[in-house]
């Protein structure tokens, strides 16, 4: 089972590598000479002897064009290397195969991995280190940071509106310009949070939808927007075609909006983009679909000013008049006015009283924004669900309106509206097209983290909130990106081959399925971890139904890629030709790994890289003996690291063994591994144990296969490392210490503890959304001494710290590139015995990061955050989707995750992340319970402490363009003085980014059935000709349905991000190949054995095309944008 075209023989082998030696001298020759003509060019500029950077005006422009022509050449030398790099890879490519390495054990008890052949590049183009230097883009007239900084935060009493202040006006400020007024009904519908998402769907929202269809058609004047597509769709199943045809006339007219038109309206705190961006997706094809209406997308915004979107705070800022204007709170009904003020039905004899108070809370609204036009919504949560509510709040409203309209001398026009309606007289009231900028209205940058809605309320909490199916949620999202990519993939090929009528297409609806499941959890109830413990277990069953399915995508295209011969694929459900990699009991369990049952037979694994770029990595696999050797797919005998496989702290699994194992996988590609019963000395490698009890009386399992040392009462500090680093331990705790990298003799501080934060002994006190702690955290202190167990063997060492309510891995990788540049870090925590706790985990450094620390938004960008006294401790809190980072001058640290959670620098080089909280009261916010459902969770992390360099660009040439531009700059602006605000973002380096894609898309290891009987040879499947630029992500390869919903149309949806990074981060001896190429990339020739037929830019979500198709295939895209192509393979 074989590829015969992995044959090489010895001969070609060392003639091809003879060849890689004469091109990486000709890449050293040419970048020698490159360096004598520009150093040349420089040294022959006459500019260049003028006195101190003092130049005459008239030569500053020669100067230009000089360092443009430098540039210019950098460029081209950039690029000559570029294509010398690109043939040594393909002359190495088919020798060196996978990684032969066989490491050896040293005298001092240290396991080297011997470098690989094979050459390494980091080749980045100077002008892609521009973006993050922040020379280009508008300025923002409002920073959120410096707002922030400015703000008092002083929580004034503003009398009837709370926390705001008196707002006067003269009954003249509209003499030359009348107020326009849109009252917008709408009704908040969670999908999910005290009711399931079928319950509400049952007992209210297809009520509110119908109601909408009959009530709307009754007045053209009446408006509503809708906003969850995922309730929408539900409904259009269950109505009639005419009912549809209503719907549809209505969306024509403008009466019925649908506003966003994504799948839910998601959190904006944890969810990851890949999410947002595909359940937008899944809500604007949805609606295309099946409305085929406009679209149009903005980014002109509206601030809604007061406490709350209900009724009582959106008419104006006194909520006990704007309460009287809520007509479904009319004496009689279920809901009152807290304000014990009661709404009146508005009769003849009332209504110019009435419009006039009304009329009163609309200027004063308005007299805080810059326009004389309102927006006035009028809804709440599952409103409008009796035919009652919307004759009371659309008949009274309409004879206030008639009523103002009539009276010219109140200079007033106040009418139903949408969004749109409300943005359209905007736009003409300010004189420009849509989707400019009106004058007068600023840029603002930032976000709104952390909030209160009232005193210090902060709802900082949710960021941790059930943190068990925060990370669910991203291992959904992982195992959807990868199985629609190899659905696309497997597709295509399967077409092209001729044999589609075989392949499984019906797996597209399970693809539907997933992205509905994952869509449905960015809800902002969801993935908060705010809804009711009834409504988790269904989201939790969702979200499990569809990991299983998703799972068996990717196994039946996985299955048909890596045949050798395609004719020979057969798909057959009842006996699947692959495993799932592991599998969960229920949806509240942690997964359990597949264990391979080794016998006389050799057993195949097929192994899936869903990065786009090539990646070697250490897979674990569990097998049922540790006498096994590991072959590649062409029988090449490779390195292990064999273990124990421990269900305690002491105790071994019985006859269950890990096998650990470096491969290097294609780019979004398959290979294949076989394991054969048997010993191979010099490459089955076990690993050794030591076992600290401090002083516990626990016996300790053994096994012949593995050396074990256990030591009773020792504490010395002790140290794991790999050819980057050195990483100490306390022998006490068994936490981090201290890292020290390999060509420094300075060790750097990274020092790890446990803390505990309690809650308020006040009647106010921490639950789901808000933080309320009773002080500073405390150190954890548990009952016993941790037990540790080291493990150290070839490829991977790692230390356990086994405590009561927490279990500590770091494991450091013995590679080469980005596994080996970082710590992996895994906490298991348990806190189901706790009572008002929340766990933190916690990291000292002397980095002098000074009241400022990084955090992420959504995993697409990086924001600056700064400590500030002035707020209580729970508001210096902030999601931590993706990452966090403490940096200064001299390094940089940075703690990825896999899942979101709560983070915090509270003190200068500090780092903390809220593990797991269990509360057990409501915070009186609407939920009506505390967290009492804790799971066992596993939160992963990556730590990477980089060290800066002194220039912000690399290279040589970089410095020295830099360097003349800081002179013409200096010069020019010597006649004034510039304040430089601090940065408002910040970008990870290229390592950090890849360090973070290899976190969160782990490789899938796919054992084939025991029961397969021999048949056709497995081949690693390649399916990109060549790799993407490493700025650029894969975001997705989607797709698209057919008119038949279950079945896939011959189009694909290509998501492609080009991300920003910061050069000024050491890059050197990284170990893995990384070039750019300054957006460019040619799509034509990216997929081995695929055409590019057909290739449209479009928007986001592919509602409408930016341009025609083209037959050029060759792209561009700016740094950070996300492109998306309508795309056509064959």
Request: aromatic share 10%; charged share 20%.
């Amino acid at each position: 089972m074989w590829c015969p075209s992995g044959q090489v023989c010895v001969e070609a082998s060392m003639k091809l590598k003879k060849q890689v030696t004469v091109c990486g001298a000709a890449i050293f020759c040419v970048a020698v000479f490159s360096l004598y003509l520009m150093l040349d060019r420089v040294q022959h500029d006459p500019t260049r002897h003028q006195n101190g950077g003092n130049f005459p005006r008239s030569q500053i422009s020669v100067l230009q064009n000089r360092i443009e022509q430098l540039e210019q050449l950098l460029e081209e030398n950039h690029e000559i290397i570029s294509h010398i790099k690109d043939s040594v890879l393909e002359l190495t490519a088919n020798v060196e195969g996978p990684p032969a390495l066989l490491p050896y054990y040293m005298s001092n008890g240290s396991w080297v991995v011997p470098p690989e052949p094979r050459p390494s590049f980091f080749s980045i183009s100077p002008q892609d280190c521009q973006f993050a230097l922040g020379v280009r883009g508008q300025k923002p007239e409002l920073q959120m940071l410096t707002v922030s900084e400015e703000l008092p935060f002083d929580n004034v009493d503003g009398g009837v509106w709370k926390q705001g202040f008196d707002i006067s006006y003269s009954p003249h400020d509209w003499d030359t310009e009348d107020l326009q007024v849109f009252v917008v009904p709408h009704s908040h519908n969670d999908p999910g949070w005290l009711k399931t998402f079928d319950k509400y769907y049952t007992e209210q929202t297809q009520h509110i939808l119908n109601n909408m269809v009959s009530k709307l058609q009754e007045d053209p004047r009446r408006r509503f927007i809708w906003a969850e597509v995922s309730f929408f769709a539900k409904w259009w199943d269950n109505i009639n075609a005419q009912k549809r045809a209503a719907v549809r006339r209505l969306v024509g007219n403008g009466q019925l909006e649908i506003a966003t038109g994504g799948w839910v309206m998601p959190d904006e705190a944890n969810s990851h983009y890949f999410a947002l961006i595909d359940q937008l997706i899944e809500g604007h094809q949805w609606l295309e679909k099946n409305l085929d209406s406009d679209s149009s997308t903005d980014i002109f915004c509206h601030m809604m000013p007061f406490y709350s979107y209900d009724v009582p705070h959106t008419c104006g800022p006194d909520p006990k008049i704007c309460c009287q204007f809520d007509f479904k709170r009319l004496p009689g009904g279920r809901i009152n006015c807290p304000w014990k003020v009661p709404p009146r039905a508005i009769t003849e004899t009332n209504v110019a009283e009435r419009a006039g108070l009304l009329l009163d809370q609309y200027r004063k609204k308005s007299r805080l924004f810059r326009s004389n036009v309102l927006l006035v919504p009028l809804g709440d949560d599952f409103r409008y669900d009796k035919p009652q509510e919307w004759d009371a709040q659309f008949f009274n409203y309409q004879r206030l309106f008639d009523f103002l309209n009539s009276k010219p001398d109140l200079h007033v026009q106040a009418q139903f509206g949408t969004l749109s309606d409300y943005f359209d007289a905007l736009y003409k009231r300010t004189g420009v097209e849509p989707g400019a900028q009106p004058p007068g209205f600023p840029v603002l940058s930032g976000d709104f983290f952390s909030y209160a809605d009232r005193e210090d309320h902060y709802w900082t909490g949710y960021y941790t909130s059930r943190p068990f199916y925060k990370s669910l949620d991203r291992v959904l999202e992982a195992h959807l990106r990868g199985a629609e990519i190899l659905y696309s993939l497997a597709v295509a090929h399967a077409r092209r081959s001729g044999v589609a009528s075989q392949y499984p297409l019906s797996n597209f609806a399970l693809l539907t399925e997933a992205r509905r499941t994952l869509g449905l959890f960015q809800h902002h109830d969801a993935i908060t971890g705010t809804a009711k413990e009834a409504v988790v277990v269904d989201y939790g069953i969702r979200l499990l139904r569809s990991l299983v399915n998703l799972k068996q995508v990717i196994i039946n295209a996985a299955h048909y890629l890596v045949l050798g011969d395609k004719k020979s694929y057969r798909f057959d459900p009842e006996s699947p030709f692959l495993q799932m990699d592991d599998t969960r009991l229920n949806h509240d369990a942690l997964p359990e790994r597949t264990v391979i049952q080794l016998d006389s037979s050799p057993r195949y694994v097929v192994l899936f890289n869903p990065l786009e770029q090539e990646r070697l990595s250490v897979v674990s696999l569990l097998v049922s003996s540790p006498r096994v050797r590991v072959l590649t797919e062409e029988g090449q005998p490779l390195a292990v690291q064999v273990s124990a496989h421990w269900s305690s702290a002491t105790d071994m699994v019985p006859d269950v063994y890990q096998v650990s194992v470096p491969v290097r996988l294609p780019a979004l590609g398959l290979g294949v591994l076989q394991l054969q019963l048997g010993l191979d000395g010099p490459r089955t490698l076990p690993s050794s144990v030591r076992v600290y009890l401090h002083g516990r009386q626990l016996s300790v399992s053994r096994h012949e296969a593995f050396p074990l040392r256990v030591i009773d009462s020792g504490t010395s500090d002790f140290a794991l490392s790999n050819r980057y680093m050195q990483v100490w331990f306390s022998g006490l705790t068994g936490l981090l210490k201290s890292i020290r990298r390999v060509d420094e003799e300075q060790e750097q501080r990274v020092g790890m503890e446990f803390l505990i934060y309690g809650t308020r002994s006040s009647k106010d006190k921490s639950g789901a959304y808000l933080f309320l702690p009773d002080g500073e955290a405390k150190p954890y202190v548990p009952k016993d001494p941790p037990v540790l167990r080291i493990t150290e063997g070839p490829f991977f060492s790692e230390v356990v710290a086994y405590y009561e309510h927490v279990h500590q891995v770091v494991r450091l990788y013995n590679l080469p590139g980005v596994e080996g540049l970082s710590l992996d870090v895994s906490s298991l925590v348990d806190i189901r015995d706790c009572i008002n706790k929340e766990l933190a985990l916690r990291l000292h450094t002397d980095i002098d990061s000074q009241g400022t620390f990084f955090t992420d938004l959504n995993g697409f960008q990086v924001q600056p955050r700064r400590y500030r006294k002035k707020l209580p401790l729970q508001a210096n809190f902030y999601p931590m989707p993706v990452m966090a980072c403490l940096q200064d001058a001299q390094s940089r640290l940075t703690l990825h995750a896999a899942q979101a959670l709560g983070v915090s620098s509270l003190h200068d080089g500090q780092l903390e992340v809220i593990l797991d909280r269990r509360l057990m009261q409501d915070d009186n916010r609407g939920l009506g319970q505390g967290l009492k459902d804790n799971k066992r969770t596993c939160n992963h992390f990556r730590l990477l402490l980089e060290r800066r360099t002194l220039g912000r660009e690399p290279g040589f040439f970089s410095k020295l363009a830099a360097m003349f531009r800081g002179l013409i700059f200096h010069s020019s602006r010597s006649g004034h003085r510039e304040v430089q605000d601090g940065p408002s973002t910040s970008y990870p380096s290229l390592l950090s980014h890849l360090t973070s894609m290899y976190l969160n898309t782990p490789v899938l290891a796919l054992p084939v059935a025991k029961r397969q009987p021999p048949g056709p040879a497995l081949c690693s499947f390649r399916p990109l000709a060549s790799s993407l630029p490493c700025d650029f992500h894969l975001l997705n390869l989607r797709t698209l349905q057919a008119e038949d919903d279950s079945l896939p149309s011959a189009e694909t949806a290509l998501l492609l991000h080009r991300k920003g990074f910061d050069c000024g981060l050491e890059a050197k001896n990284l170990g893995f190949n990384c070039t750019t190429s300054q957006g460019k990339v040619a799509l034509g020739s990216l997929f081995r054995g695929l055409d590019v037929v057909f290739l449209q830019p479009t928007s986001l979500t592919l509602l409408y095309p930016l341009a025609s198709p083209s037959n050029s295939t060759d792209i561009y895209l700016e740094p950070m944008e996300i492109a998306t192509f309508r795309l056509r393979l064959g």
